[in-house]
């Protein structure tokens, strides 16, 4: 049955009202509800840690932490070099101290269960991204009319009301994005974060775009950036503004997607999320390195990361693989497939580790981490004595992930952590003002 529209709102067929829903430092503001001590404090929340330990990497940091230094997938030790465990200072301590705690993935989807609850209530169609993301086409509930003399739309009122329910109802602040389709509604909820509110009307959109470097567009990496200013196109205005059989000759179909994102055309529907086929995250250096211990420490965030998500998701996985990126952009893939589907992140972490071993002396410019040939079903693992390895190597990479949105970015200390969407330029847009957050698990 249809929701109840709007009093006074006209629906506009020719102009959709797409929200972009996303939970601030979703894990974070988790602790902080059940601690409401913790409210304001620098809080990080560890992926394969244990209180008082030292190891595993940050699956989540506050904005306050982020202040000091403390990013999603850094190592727990090197976060605490910037953020001292509050539990180990002296009464005489007067720095600023975190508040250190371990993932609650069952937890976490409980909230983001209550929080789906208010999204489903307020739209016929969400597309659930991840744990703390998604998308709602409200097209049939509220309307671009503009009030109170053309300050504002009804549409930015239905947006504030759904910002208000998860407030009031499951205690957690969220960012909304209101504009006429799915990129444009992206970017514009990454525009005021924390708790933010940032409404693109149709005839906006262009002023709302032009300005923006064009690393914040949907779907353009630092690949992609680095080549568009090379021909010296540094925004999305001068984006929108150059030849388009130019960009499709450089770009192929992309560089027509591009094009078209830019001048703020997207006609992506919002679709409800399926079943991918794989889970990944990739992360890239500010510089290549050969450090082996960083490409090793990179590698057990990443896989971590990609197991919990796997968990969250009730996937268990037949391949574990891994990507390697060496100057200049020269891909490697390696693979370890299994003899059954299994959920062990100990086995995601040591056989993404054991692939690496073959690049120990490589100069890296980024790395990788999959899980593939998932199952969604309570069927027995495989057992670990049958696992056989089988790997894999080229210049190219694999098909991307389904249903994997090109926009989900995470951010590493090291660059970047993302999905790994094999399209040569697999790094999402990085937020303006960073996420901090590594995504576990999938509202996604």
Not at 67 to 84: D, K, M
Not at 138 to 145: G, N, Y
């Amino acid at each position: 049955m249809d929701g109840p529209q709007l009093p006074g709102a006209t629906v506009d067929r020719e102009d959709r009202i797409i929200l972009h829903v996303d939970m601030d430092c979703f894990y974070a503001s988790c602790e902080r509800l059940r601690e409401p001590r913790l409210k304001g404090t620098p809080v990080v929340v560890g992926m394969g840690y244990e209180a008082g330990e030292t190891h595993g990497a940050v699956a989540t940091a506050s904005y306050e932490a982020r202040e000091h230094g403390v990013e999603s997938a850094q190592a727990i030790s090197q976060a605490l070099e910037a953020l001292p465990r509050a539990t180990e200072v002296g009464d005489d301590y007067d720095g600023v101290v975190g508040h250190y705690r371990p993932v609650d993935l069952d937890f976490y989807k409980e909230v983001a269960a209550d929080v789906k609850a208010v999204l489903h209530e307020h739209a016929e169609t969400v597309r659930e991204v991840s744990i703390d993301e998604a998308y709602l086409d409200v097209t049939d509930r509220t309307s671009w009319q503009e009030v109170d003399g053309g300050d504002r739309t009804i549409a930015e009122g239905y947006g504030r009301h759904i910002k208000q329910q998860i407030a009031r109802t499951v205690g957690v602040p969220a960012s909304v994005g209101v504009a006429p389709n799915m990129s444009t509604a992206k970017i514009a909820s990454d525009f005021d974060k924390p708790d933010g509110l940032t409404v693109v009307p149709p005839r906006e959109v262009e002023a709302f775009l032009d300005p923006l470097p064009v690393d914040e567009l949907h779907g353009v990496g630092p690949v992609t950036a680095r080549e568009l200013r090379s021909m010296d196109i540094e925004t999305a205005g001068e984006l929108a503004a150059a030849d388009r059989n130019e960009l499709v000759d450089r770009f192929g179909q992309r560089g027509r997607e591009l094009y078209n994102r830019a001048r703020g055309n997207d006609d992506r529907e919002v679709t409800p999320t399926g079943r991918p086929k794989s889970l990944s995250r990739e992360s890239a250096f500010t510089e290549p390195t050969a450090d082996t211990e960083a490409k090793r420490e990179n590698v057990r965030a990443l896989a971590a990361d990609v197991a919990a998500r796997a968990q969250s998701r009730e996937a268990m996985y037949r391949t574990i693989a891994i990507k390697v990126v060496t100057p200049p952009f020269d891909v490697n893939t390696r693979a370890s497939s299994l003899s059954g589907p299994v959920d062990d992140p100990e086995l995601v972490e040591d056989v993404a580790l054991d692939l690496l071993a073959e690049f120990d002396e490589n100069r890296v410019r980024k790395l990788g981490v999959r899980v593939s040939n998932l199952v969604f079903d309570t069927q027995d693992q495989a057992r670990l004595d049958g696992f056989e390895t089988a790997a894999t190597d080229g210049s190219t990479t694999d098909a991307p992930e389904a249903d994997a949105p090109a926009d989900v970015e995470r951010v590493d200390h090291g660059g970047r952590i993302t999905d790994w969407i094999d399209d040569g330029d697999s790094e999402a847009s990085l937020d303006r003002r960073r996420r901090g957050q590594s995504s576990l698990g999938e509202f996604e």
